[in-house]
């Protein structure tokens, strides 16, 4: 079945140090991958995607990589700031009937900041 | 929240009562969708809409029905609410299929 997983609940940095959140995935089909940011009391912020048919993708101080071989995708944040702590969550994307599409979410990673 | 409202944001009710929440957007986006969001659970698809009296089922719609009579909202309704259903519930909205999806600020339902 699907499955979307994170390796590790609590991910603790110093500011200004690169985080790398990881995530795993079973459904080999999955071809749209979303990473989103959570604060406390609000909804899943977007913060970038990426297709199967990339391998990595950047955006301001965040990259994407996807190895498709291992079902394995990551999110860098580079020059990690306070305003990063959050929960951030993998979701894998399928098609529903209607043309619309579920995503199917891990549970999260707790992102921590050390001034 | 790419304009998306939810009302309310935060109610308590309790069991057997019928509960609406609402989430309107300003984006004229095709596609709607309801998740709750539980500890150890993550967020939970219940049902979604393609289209103006568009709608299908989530993996987690035992208990919700929805109702979609304009672009701009989408209801979710508890007929008779239970403490299972206590959680945080979210709307999201996308242009089209295999779109991103994004998110509004949650309803945060009690049911006692």
């Known amino acids: 079945g699907e499955s979307v997983g994170l390796h590790l609940p609590t991910l603790s940095v110093q500011e200004g140090d690169n985080s790398i959140i990881n995530c795993a995935y079973s459904?080999?089909?999955?071809?749209?991958f979303i990473w989103y940011k959570q604060e406390s009391g609000k909804g899943p912020q977007f913060i970038i995607d990426?297709?199967?048919?990339?391998d990595k993708r950047q955006g301001q101080r965040v990259t994407v990589l996807l190895n498709k071989t291992v079902k394995h995708l990551s999110l860098q944040i580079a020059a990690t700031q306070p305003g990063d702590s959050a929960v951030y969550f993998c979701a894998e994307n399928s098609l529903l009937t209607g043309g619309g599409n579920k995503l199917t979410f891990g549970t999260g990673t707790q992102l921590k900041v050390e001034l | 929240d790419a304009g998306i409202t939810q009302s309310p944001r935060h109610k308590v009710t309790e069991t057997g009562t019928p509960v609406t929440l609402r989430c309107h957007q300003t984006e004229n986006h095709r596609y709607m969708y309801w998740y709750r969001q539980d500890p150890g659970h993550g967020l939970r698809l219940i049902h979604y809409?393609?289209?103006?009296?568009?709608?299908d089922k989530g993996e987690v719609s035992d208990g919700y029905s929805v109702s979609r009579s304009k672009t701009e909202d989408f209801l979710l309704t508890l007929e008779s609410a239970t403490s299972s259903q206590t959680s945080v519930y979210f709307c999201?909205?996308?242009?089209?299929?295999?779109?991103?999806?994004?998110f509004g600020p949650g309803t945060r339902l009690l049911v006692l």
């Open positions: 990426i297709r199967s048919n990339m």
């Open positions: 999201a909205i996308s242009r089209g299929g295999q779109e991103t999806q994004y």
């Open positions: 459904n080999s089909a999955s071809d749209y």
């Open positions: 809409s393609y289209g103006v009296k568009d709608t």
